[in-house]
């Protein structure tokens, strides 16, 4: 037990002490009335009381000195230059996510995304395929190709495949050269296009989904686009063109998105553009009564880093856009418009499209400069726990358990090293 949680259960009790004599003494002066209680019984509960405020207050100061330590501490801490304090911090989360790897390589029972995410991170921070704790979630990954080529056990194909492909990258792109081939050719024929009967027309066309018959999304997308990037996927790829066919699709600009949602010209991304378009962050008012789809934080960076990835030019209309959204929008203390809902997948999107940009200063809607590794390596600091991992409350998307926050808080840590 802490000194702070002994200290609480001092004065706690020192207070139910006093009430409960106080209220003796009440009773006491009725009693004088009625039973004519002697004076020695009240010189007693005085002293008493006497005794136990004396108590009260050594605690209090005794508190009071606890939480000086403490504030001087953190001062020192704090005025420790930052790539010193985010290196620190890097090396406690990889010790917990090695902590918590299981004995087969996995983490989350076996899951196969997570695992995979847990490895990406591992990779991110500085381990390689010769660490253990690197090649035994690779093993465990590579048990789960499946004939078709892609990495998975159910559902959630195209992340699952995504990430594992980008650890294999990562970890020994020769030594895992065949692997590699077939998840990213599995990724490549599961876009939708042509190939299944979906036209350019198609709201559908060059976005991944879940799977055969599922609706196309941004956040898959981003993924299957990050993994061909890090594949090293030629840019004249006719992918990186239908690639950026889907993701204009969920951008909140009439000028390149005819979709019903559109219609206050935000230049942010959205969910999906399937069914006439989801979004997490709900619906905005539109001109006519019609109702819109509100853009929000992780979306629309993931679009603008598919964008970036895709090949697009810097003054493109439609990436100038993005930016423009993510400046009026500036902030680490929330996912903007989900609050904190996804915040440290925003985080780790962030953190990889800045990069992508490639400028170290950002300047907002306000014209105030921002250092945005700075920013972000504070904002992710200071959520870190005492054991070395993060979680988030707002537990959505996995985020209530603490390797898949950890993990994301570490990607976006190690992209915020210069």
Not at 47 to 68: F, H, P, S, T
């Amino acid at each position: 037990m802490s000194s702070g949680a002994k200290i609480a259960i001092i004065i706690a009790a020192a207070v139910v002490a006093i009430v409960v004599i106080v209220g003796g003494l009440m009773v006491a002066g009725v009693g004088l009335v009625w039973f004519r209680a002697t004076a020695h019984e009240e010189i007693a509960q005085r002293d008493a009381v006497m005794a136990l405020q004396n108590e009260l207050e050594k605690a209090l100061v005794k508190e009071a000195e606890a939480r000086a330590r403490a504030d001087a501490e953190a001062a020192k801490a704090d005025a420790r230059p930052l790539a010193e304090r985010r290196q620190e911090s890097i090396a406690r989360g990889v010790a917990y996510l090695v902590k918590e790897q299981a004995q087969d390589g996995s983490w989350g029972e076996g899951n196969v995304g997570i695992t995979a995410l847990c490895a990406d991170a591992l990779l991110w921070c500085g381990k390689t395929a010769k660490d253990e704790p690197v090649r035994r979630a690779i093993r465990h990954l590579l048990k789960y190709q499946q004939q078709d080529g892609g990495i998975y056990d159910v559902g959630l194909k195209t992340y699952t495949t995504s990430i594992a492909l980008m650890v294999l990258v990562k970890a020994d792109a020769n030594a895992y050269a065949d692997a590699i081939e077939k998840a990213k050719a599995y990724l490549i024929k599961h876009q939708w296009d042509e190939a299944e009967s979906i036209d350019k027309g198609n709201p559908w066309y060059g976005g991944h989904g879940y799977g055969k018959h599922e609706r196309p999304d941004l956040s898959n997308t981003q993924y299957f686009v990050e993994a061909m990037h890090e594949a090293g996927v030629p840019k004249d790829h006719p992918l990186w063109k239908k690639v950026v066919v889907f993701v204009s699709r969920t951008q909140d600009r009439t000028e390149s998105n005819d979709q019903v949602f559109v219609g206050t010209e935000s230049g942010g991304m959205i969910y999906s553009p399937n069914a006439g378009g989801e979004s997490k962050a709900g619906t905005v008012d539109l001109p006519g009564g019609r109702k819109g789809l509100k853009a929000y934080g992780s979306m629309t960076y993931a679009g603008f880093k598919s964008f970036m990835y895709a090949g697009l030019a810097r003054d493109d209309p439609r990436v100038q856009a993005a930016i423009d959204w993510i400046r009026r929008h500036w902030t680490f203390e929330e996912n903007p418009d989900l609050g904190q809902q996804g915040l440290f997948y925003y985080y780790e999107t962030a953190a990889k499209a800045l990069k992508a940009w490639g400028e170290d200063t950002i300047v907002d809607a306000r014209r105030r400069k921002h250092d945005w590794r700075a920013e972000l390596s504070e904002a992710i600091l200071h959520r870190q726990k005492s054991g070395g991992f993060w979680v988030n409350e707002a537990d959505r998307w996995f985020e209530g358990f603490p390797p898949v926050p950890t993990s994301y808080a570490l990607i976006a840590l190690a992209h915020c090293r210069t």
